[in-house]
């Protein structure tokens, strides 16, 4: 079955360290990739979306995707993590034209002074 | 532009009551969808419209009914409560027949069912 995995339901960094978000989707033909961020108590925003244009797809707030065929991967990215990009970050694909969007479990971004 | 509004925000029910969750938006989308979010488990689709008068299922669709009588309005029906219901319902809508991508979420509607 199609589907979308996200390594690590909750990750811990430094502020100002290096953040990593994986996500990898199931099928060999490119799909559609996103990335979306929940805070808390709030609904999903967009990040950044992937679709088949540039492989590296830059986002709001200095975050950053990388689209990898080789490795069915769209891992999410940020140079310097800060207090402010504590949330929830879902990682989400739609594998065809008209196909739905399907979510990631979603990985919990905590940030430590 | 309030975006997508959904009504209430919290509720509690007991196990065999009914209840409807309202959602609106004010962008003239024509796609609009329903989700649930439960922990661990990432965002599942319930039901989801193309345009008034069109409503099809999603991933999750049990114990669910939809209706699109207008653009702007998207109602979810729970006909029968129960447990497994729990959880915090998103409404999203998008612009075109089709998701685009960028989906435009309602700020929740936390459930409980006792």
């Known amino acids: 079955a199609q589907s979308v995995t996200q390594l690590g339901s909750h990750v811990s960094v430094s502020e100002g360290a290096l953040v990593l978000l994986r996500c990898n989707y199931s099928?060999?033909?490119?799909?559609?990739l996103f990335w979306y961020v929940q805070y808390p108590n709030q609904g999903l925003q967009l990040l950044l979306k992937?679709?088949?244009?540039?492989?590296l797809v830059k986002g709001i707030n200095g975050f950053e995707a990388e689209f990898k065929k080789s490795e069915t991967s769209f891992h999410l990215t940020k140079p310097s993590a800060h207090m402010s990009d504590a949330a929830e970050y879902f990682c989400?694909?739609?594998?065809?034209?008209?196909?739905?969007?399907?979510f990631g479990q979603g990985t919990e971004l905590s940030v430590k002074p | 532009n309030a975006g997508v509004t959904q009504t209430p925000k919290f509720q509690v029910l007991k196990t065999g009551q009914s209840m409807t969750l309202q959602c609106a938006q004010d962008?003239?989308?024509?796609?609009m969808s329903w989700y649930r979010q439960d922990p661990g488990m990432g965002l599942r689709l319930i039901h989801y419209?193309?345009?008034?008068?069109?409503?099809d299922q999603g991933e999750v669709p049990n114990g669910y009914n939809v209706s699109r009588s207008t653009t702007e309005d998207f109602p979810l029906r729970l006909l029968s409560a129960a447990p497994s219901q729990t959880s915090v319902y998103f409404c999203?809508?998008?612009?075109?027949?089709?998701?685009?991508?960028?989906?435009?979420f309602g700020e929740g509607s936390r459930l409980t069912v006792l």
């Open positions: 999203a809508s998008s612009p075109g027949t089709g998701v685009s991508g960028e989906l435009f």
């Open positions: 099928s060999s033909v490119p799909p559609y």
């Open positions: 992937y679709t088949s244009a540039a492989t």
């Open positions: 989400a694909v739609i594998y065809n034209q008209g196909g739905k969007l399907i």
């Open positions: 962008m003239n989308h024509e796609y």
């Open positions: 419209s193309v345009g008034a008068g069109i409503t």
